[in-house]
């Protein structure tokens, strides 16, 4: 009996132990797994699952901090005030903020309604400010302004360390629509180099098109906001847009590489008509700068456009007083926003139409900056084997997430299995050597 009651103890510890191990291994992963991507439907943008909620202060003297590396989701009302967010920076990192606004997708709005990001230093000196429009289109969409803080020679001010603000406000003259607006706001943190170099940007590069890309198109479903962005690979692609949807998709581009992308937008079923600014194409740089746009308009014939010619990715380039040249200034992923007008749906039906992209990396990959320091996120500003996987296969940043959240599951089960197998046999003999023993003092044989 009492031999027995040393092997109901041991079980009981072992599944104690097993209860434990098991509780401590779903902990681990779900702490790392995102929540699962929202799948989102047409004219819906897709918003980081890993956004966290901040308010926008209306005073600088209340604005919540953000750190380097995330990403936050917060509402800018309709009414026309400043939201101020707080950072605090060192006195030799650059820090990129990018606000993508979210309007209402059935809202009216004007050419020059969108929004302004400006950084501003203690003192409300500017740092840089950018301003991004709804444009000639007319067509509520997902769009993005960035503003940075620089270090650098050609700076004049913002060069201390010490807490600076991001402002944002809507910009326009019409302010009519009704709505609250979202916004997705993402900080990323740019480390100094080890060694400063020419502050002269490149003067000459081949702004040559490349000659048409052949081939059979692949297929590959844009996502729906930023985080969603489906990768794509040099090569031909075809998607189906609704009218009034925003597809997403990225491409890995290395430092010494240049990107070359032409959209076509398929003929029409049915109807007749014209719509002028029906396909608008927008490239945004790694930390979701906006870089260059182009748009064309729709008689329900097969129309194409490309984005005009880009220096091939180089530091450099932030020298550059063109804003197009001065986006390219970082390796990693770019992104594509590609936007169907709604207005198409009264000529031509709301489809779904069909989408070409073109896409050309031209190039070998050169080595890049060395920098003092991690950027946050890491590898911001780089092109890793990982970037190259996921772009073969598509994955977006969520799946990529996941996969490496499996991969940890797989590593969990399989430390927790064979934890159990050495905890089991470690008590098996215990339990005996505790059963001999007490077969000893009752002189059982």
């Given at each position: ?11 009981a510890?072992?599944g104690?132990?097993?209860a ?12 790392g797994?995102?929540?699962s991507?929202?799948t ?9 699952d ?6 926008g ?22 009414d026309?005030v400043k ?5 605090q920076?060192?006195a030799?990192?650059?820090?990129y903020?990018?606000v993508?606004v979210?309007p209402k ?6 050419y020059?309604?969108?929004i ?5 230093d203690?003192?409300?000196r ?5 301003e991004?429009h709804f444009?000639a289109?007319e067509?509520?969409?997902p ?17 201390e ?22 916004l ?8 100094a ?8 940007p ?13 081939g059979?198109?692949?297929?590959r479903?844009?996502g729906?906001?930023?985080s969603e ?9 075809k ?5 009034g949807?925003t ?5 890995p ?5 240049q ?5 076509e ?9 014209y719509?002028?600014n ?10 979701r ?6 748009s064309?308009?729709y ?20 020298y ?15 992104y594509l ?12 039906g ?19 900056p ?5 950027p ?12 190259k ?8 940043e ?30 098996t ?5 505790r059963?001999?023993g ?8």
């Amino acid at each position: 009996m009492i031999a027995s009651r040393y092997y109901r103890r041991s079980w009981a510890a072992v599944g104690a132990a097993l209860a434990v191990l098991g509780s401590l291994c779903v902990s681990a992963v779900l702490s790392g797994a995102p929540a699962s991507a929202a799948t989102g439907t047409p004219r819906s943008y897709a918003f980081d699952d890993d956004a966290a909620r901040v308010e926008g202060a209306t005073s600088n003297t209340d604005a919540e901090k953000l750190k380097a590396g995330s990403t936050y989701r917060s509402p800018l009302p309709r009414d026309d005030v400043k939201l101020y967010y707080r950072l605090q920076l060192d006195a030799t990192s650059n820090a990129y903020v990018s606000v993508t606004v979210v309007p209402k997708p059935a809202e009216q709005v004007m050419y020059a309604d969108g929004i302004k990001v400006t950084v501003q230093d203690g003192d409300g000196r500017t740092c840089s400010y950018s301003e991004e429009h709804f444009g000639a289109a007319e067509s509520a969409r997902p769009i993005a302004a960035w503003a940075s803080r620089t270090i650098g020679p050609t700076e004049s001010y913002c060069q201390e360390a010490g807490t600076y603000y991001v402002v944002v406000e809507r910009t326009g003259t019409s302010q009519s629509t009704p709505e609250d607006w979202d916004l997705e706001l993402q900080y990323v943190s740019e480390p100094a180099l080890k060694q400063s170099g020419s502050t002269v940007p490149p003067e000459a590069w081949d702004s040559a098109s490349p000659g048409p890309l052949d081939g059979e198109p692949k297929q590959r479903k844009g996502g729906a906001g930023f985080s969603e962005a489906r990768g794509l690979t040099q090569g031909v692609w075809k998607d189906d847009i609704e009218a009034g949807e925003t597809l997403f998709y990225r491409v890995p581009v290395d430092w010494g590489q240049q990107l070359f992308v032409t959209a076509e937008l398929g003929s029409a079923r049915e109807g007749n008509g014209y719509v002028g600014n029906a396909l608008v194409t927008a490239l945004y740089n790694p930390v979701r700068g906006f870089v260059v746009d182009t748009s064309t308009g729709y008689d329900g014939e097969q129309k194409s456009e490309a984005l005009d010619p880009l220096p091939p990715v180089a530091y450099k380039n932030r020298y550059d007083s063109d804003d197009r040249a001065s986006g390219m200034r970082f390796a990693g992923w770019y992104y594509l926003a590609v936007h169907l007008n709604p207005a198409i749906a009264d000529e031509f039906g709301e489809g779904p139409y069909g989408l070409t992209l073109r896409v050309t990396v031209r190039g070998a990959a050169q080595a890049g900056p060395e920098y003092d320091g991690s950027p946050q996120p890491a590898d911001a500003f780089s092109v890793t084997d990982g970037d190259k996987d996921a772009a073969a296969s598509g994955e977006t940043e969520a799946e990529v997430a996941r996969g490496d959240t499996m991969k940890l599951v797989a590593a969990c089960s399989f430390g927790t299995g064979a934890a159990l197998v050495l905890f089991l046999g470690a008590w098996t003999v215990v339990a005996r050597r505790r059963a001999a023993g007490v077969s000893r003092e009752y002189g059982t044989p």
